[in-house]
């Protein structure tokens, strides 16, 4: 009788631990910061003896570009257009048609988005008129690629601008596609205010 009710207990003991056991388990997903964003609100840049003008957002500061790769820039009318509160950047550079073939700056620019392609899982290439009549493409980069927005824009006669949007951050789709959307409208609305001087 004794080992009956021990193995009575035992198996009773297994039951409540079984049981205790038996709680559903909920998976702790990766969370990112609640980003707030400012309103899109925008200010000319038009600077003295620069062969372009636009408009380009009230949270964002123009710096001249300084550095190349080491070497200072091809020329005085490259700028970074920075964003201090989401730590990106867009990099501008200009070049003359006539200085350079229009094809060979068209080839540069596809050649400089398709580098991404390692980290890339798909690449868009979107065709863009401006209202005042200038022509480019506005490059779309997914996956984890170094910059997920590129463009550049043209009047295929004299002057040819390129931009690219980059973050000092890890690559991540996930955490940056909130911002590279928000920035995106910030880029278009530069575009499409441009002049030539």
Known sequence: MTISRARLAIAMATIIFLAACNSDYTIKRNG????????HKYQVYDQPGMPYTFE????????KDTSFFEQKPEN???????????????????KNV????????????YKMT?????????IQDSL????????GIFFTVHGNAATAKQFFVTDSVKHFLRGALYFDATP??????????????????LINTLRWK
Do not use: C
Request: charged fraction near 20%; glycine fraction near 4%; hydrophobic fraction near 30%.
């Open 32 to 39: 990112y910061f609640k980003i707030h964003f400012p309103e």
């Open 56 to 63: 380009y957002p009230q949270y964002a500061r123009i710096v």
């Open 76 to 94: 005085p009318y490259w700028i970074n257009i920075e964003f201090p509160d989401f730590n990106g950047k867009i990099y501008i550079s200009y």
């Open 98 to 109: 006539g200085s350079h073939s229009l094809d060979t700056l068209v080839n540069d620019a």
């Open 114 to 122: 398709y580098q991404h392609t390692s980290r890339a899982t798909e």
């Open 128 to 135: 863009m008129k401006t209202p005042q009549g200038l022509t």
């Open 172 to 189: 991540n789709e996930d955490s940056l596609g909130i911002v590279n959307d928000f920035l995106q409208e910030d880029m278009k609305h």
